[in-house]
Structures are given as C-alpha cells and as structure tokens.
C-alpha cells in the first residue's frame, strides 16, 4: 500500500539538524523494524511571510512509504512519538499521512499544497480538509503550526512536479563524465532529462557540475541536463547550475 507521509516544523533557528534529516532518520527507524520501505525525500518549499512562523526557509519534507495496510496505525503512532522526542525544544511539528489509493478529492488537497506557496493558511483550514478527506494530520509539540506544512507537503507531492530531492548525488565526482545508465545505477535518479523534457538515454553522457541535485518532476525524481557548450564535447550534456534547479524548484 502506498502512503505519502510529511513533516514539518522539527527544528529551530539554533538546531544544526534540520527537518530533511529527521525525516530520513523516520525513515531508518520504520524500515529497521520492518514495517515499509521509504523511498527518497522531497524539499516543498512553502510561502514566506511575516505572518507565517518558520524556522529558516519555511519548507517541509515529504516521502513515500510502500507499507502493509495492518501496519498503518502502528507506523502513524510510532512517528508522532518519534517527532515528539526528537524535535528540537521550541519546534511546533506537525505529520501527515495519506494512502494514496483512498484519497476521494486528491484536487483539494493539490490545491491546499498550491496555496501554501503563495498564501497565508491557518490550522483550522489544515484540519477542516483532512478531516473532510479523512487523512491522518497530527500536531506534535509546541504551537503544532507544522500541520499547514504537513498536509501542503502531501499535496504537493501528490501533485508531482514540486521541489527538490534531499541531498546531492556524486560529491566526490564533480567534473566527471557519467553515462545516464550509470546515473540511474547509483543514485535515486529515475530521469535524465533535458529542460525541455527529452528523456535522454543510457548511453548518453553527461558532465557533472559542482553541485548535482535531484528535482521532483512528473512524479519522479529527475536530473536536469542542459547543452555543454565547452570545447571538450565527449559529453555533450551537463548538469544544470543551482541557480537554474532553484529557480524551478522553489
């Protein structure tokens, strides 16, 4: 059964571990007692405003759960009291869970996701639509404002293409020539994609830049590859700056 789980909220302005990790090690925990598999770990970067309370960047992490459904309640129990004792002191986190499969209106709950970009929620509009969707939502410290960011989190990753994947793909490789067959081999990158959305092949090769990170597009995690226009053409593409992965992905 798949899931959709999101966090939001677990750290505060002095922490050095920030959401994205606690989710991975949720994660870890879930797996090692055998009860799902997780998959990779989405960024959602949500709206920025002084009426809005956020430690940082004001953004939440969503992922996948492949998960028995006996064991669903068990797993929801485990991380509310996971996040209650490894939230940082001054936190307000939230979590949500959704079963993909019985989402009846999945369109207001994109929405909420897309609102939450660009507008100033409130928990009572959180709560209102997962109990009209019956979706898990639960607040597990301090105000429990992260609810907003839990459930736009969901939305967002149902929506499929927002954010960025956690982490950066071959740190001690830059300047490398990979072949996109050994890309998807090593790393959780399911796509290599042009910018304009040509899926590129496995014998294709791309130059890897200072910093390779991963988006969430079309429902998968993708690699953004742009022309190489150096002189050295063994590798007629390259990854895309940072600057070009932040200005689509939030």
Avoid at 92 to 100: E, M, Q, Y
Avoid at 143 to 167: E, F, N, P, Q, S
Wanted: net charge negative; proline share 2%; glycine share 12%.
């Amino acid at each position: 059964m798949k899931t959709i789980f999101c966090i939001d909220d677990t750290d505060n302005i002095t922490s050095t571990r920030g959401t994205g990790e606690l989710a991975a090690m949720l994660i870890g925990e879930i797996e090692s007692r055998g009860w799902g598999k997780g998959g990779y770990i989405v960024r959602h970067q949500l709206f920025v405003h002084p009426d809005v309370p956020y430690t940082s960047h004001n953004s939440s992490m969503s992922f996948t759960l492949d998960v028995e459904e006996d064991a669903l309640s068990e797993i929801i129990g485990f991380s509310g009291r996971f996040l209650e004792e490894m939230s940082e002191p001054g936190s307000d986190p939230g979590l949500c869970a959704a079963v993909t499969d019985k989402l009846n209106d999945s369109l207001s709950l994109i929405e909420f996701g897309k609102d939450a970009k660009c507008t100033v929620l409130t928990k009572y509009d959180a709560y209102s639509l997962a109990d009209r969707l019956g979706i898990h939502l639960s607040e597990h410290g301090g105000t429990g404002m992260g609810v907003i960011g839990a459930l736009a989190g969901v939305g967002l990753r149902l929506k499929g293409t927002d954010g960025r994947v956690r982490g950066k793909y071959f740190e001690d490789e830059k300047n490398q020539i990979k072949s996109v067959k050994d890309i998807l081999s090593n790393s959780t990158i399911e796509v290599v994609s042009t910018k304009d959305g040509i899926a590129l092949d496995g014998d294709e090769k791309v130059l890897l830049g200072e910093k390779v990170k991963g988006v969430y597009m079309y429902g998968r995690s993708v690699l953004l590859v742009c022309q190489n226009l150096a002189a050295d053409k063994e590798a007629p593409w390259q990854t895309c700056p940072m600057e070009y992965i932040k200005s689509i992905s939030g």
